[in-house]
């Protein structure tokens, strides 16, 4: 999920360190390969579905959290609605914001993440059903005491601090990315959100795409929060997609009419073809989604639970609305690349529960209706 306050971002690179990282390129780049040595899973011998026509067709995808055993029912939901792209969200812990270090499964950090074996069963299953998948890290913040967030990452420590975030960073991507190859990603995103960082350490970033580039075969991009972020990457010229979480505000009113969705929209779609063509890369909704209560247009970033409990108010209209205003406006533009929504889930219950409602999923709500209707296109 995205917020407007992804801005600052600190992260610094010493020439030493570029030096090495570009040591390790020319002699071979060390990576501690990804592993499903788990109970029950076997490590694959060969890459299954990397390539393709990812650009030929527009991505409809969806962020996937379920589980570990997904049944044919979630896929036959799934594919009801045409939904061919599933996003897997793998995360990386940070106790705080000035943390030097990036922790992963499997590396004393038990209960923020999936183990690896989980997300590899459910997308072994999901590609023998024809779904195309999008493997995108994010970092989950600790206590984070500090109130501040992932796009405000500046370890504490000056350069020795950096040098050891980036360390530990780098090696939680390779490992996803070693990981999204052995299991035939379509599509791998090398960040999600980290302002500070890729504003002042654009080395960093373009060293770190070389080397995924170097055990992932598919597509790569980065997700760059909506809020100045996606004009500060300085290495969208390296990527296959811009990609974009998509929270962008719409309006200042409560359940909005359709016509006022639209017009909120038409700003950011300029902003978005010029970006286009600066690059002449395909633009990506890495992320979208819109809560279910009369104000999901005004701060489509804010979660739920945010919402004191007295003042939440149920609006499937005003969801079903901004749906439909998003795919009025970008699904005919030739540059647009697609859209992964946030987000589905399974777990043997049907999302009609009070919370559920006004959560983000569309399931069973009108806004899953408009979401299949503009996807069987």
Request: aromatic residues 14%; glycine residues 6%; positive net charge.
């Amino acid at each position: 999920m995205s917020t407007p306050r992804s801005l600052r971002f600190a992260l610094i690179l010493p020439a030493i360190g570029v030096v090495l990282i570009c040591c390790l390129l020319v002699s071979g780049t060390s990576v501690d390969p990804f592993s499903l040595a788990e109970p029950g899973i076997t490590r694959l011998d060969t890459v299954i579905g990397n390539s393709g026509p990812v650009y030929g067709k527009k991505q409809k995808g969806m962020h996937f959290f379920g589980r570990r055993g997904v049944d044919d029912v979630h896929l036959e939901e799934l594919k009801r609605n045409h939904i061919e792209w599933l996003t897997f969200v793998p995360y990386g812990w940070q106790a705080d914001y000035d943390s030097d270090q990036v922790g992963r499964r499997g590396q004393d950090y038990k209960t923020w993440s999936r183990r690896d074996s989980s997300f590899a069963e459910q997308i072994r299953w999901v590609k023998a059903n024809d779904f195309r998948i999008m493997i995108k890290p994010h970092i989950w913040m600790g206590d984070n005491e500090s109130g501040k967030w992932r796009s405000e990452i500046d370890p504490r420590g000056g350069e020795a601090g950096w040098a050891k975030w980036a360390a530990s960073y780098r090696d939680f991507i390779l490992h996803y990315a070693s990981m999204s190859e052995q299991l035939g990603a379509e599509m791998f995103c090398i960040g999600t959100e980290l302002h500070r960082p890729i504003k002042e350490h654009p080395e960093f970033w373009k060293q770190l795409i070389a080397e995924v580039r170097q055990v992932y075969s598919g597509k790569i991009t980065y997700a760059a929060n909506w809020y100045k972020e996606v004009n500060d990457v300085s290495f969208w010229e390296d990527l296959d997609f811009i990609g974009i979480q998509a929270y962008y505000p719409l309006c200042k009113q409560t359940n909005p009419p359709l016509k006022n969705l639209l017009k909120g929209w038409k700003p950011y779609l300029n902003q978005l073809e010029k970006l286009h063509k600066r690059y002449d890369k395909p633009i990506l909704f890495t992320e979208i989604g819109y809560k279910s209560t009369p104000d999901a247009a005004i701060e489509p970033w804010e979660w739920v639970d945010r919402i004191h409990p007295k003042h939440r108010t149920l609006s499937l209209e005003t969801q079903a609305n901004c749906y439909e205003a998003f795919f009025r406006t970008f699904w005919h533009q030739k540059w647009f690349a697609g859209a992964h929504f946030w987000q589905w889930r399974t777990g043997g219950r049907r999302h009609d529960s009070q919370r559920e409602n006004f959560d983000f999923t569309p399931q069973n709500k009108p806004a899953e209706q408009t979401l299949s209707r503009w996807f069987s296109r």
